[in-house]
């Protein structure tokens, strides 16, 4: 037969072990919301940067395009 005490004890281990892994789902969770931050941060990153060359490559081919001279080919 339990004790008292030992019924105490279990139920004092339970809700311990019940907290650990409670804390450590959060963590995972947290951890995951983390990994999901950063890959939305590379992923904005790489489209602010693709913006930014394909901006550039387009006033470099319309400054090209502005100053290139003109080859009149009935000349």
Known sequence: MCD?????V?????QKNLEVTMLVENKTKSANYLRIIA???????????????????FDAN??????????????
């Open 4 to 8: 008292r005490n030992q019924i105490v």
């Open 10 to 14: 279990h139920k004092s281990v339970m």
């Open 39 to 57: 890959l939305l941060k590379h992923l904005l990153a790489n489209a602010l940067l693709s913006f930014a060359f394909s901006k550039s490559e």
């Open 62 to 75: 319309k400054k090209m395009l502005f100053f290139s001279p003109v080859v009149d080919a009935d000349l």
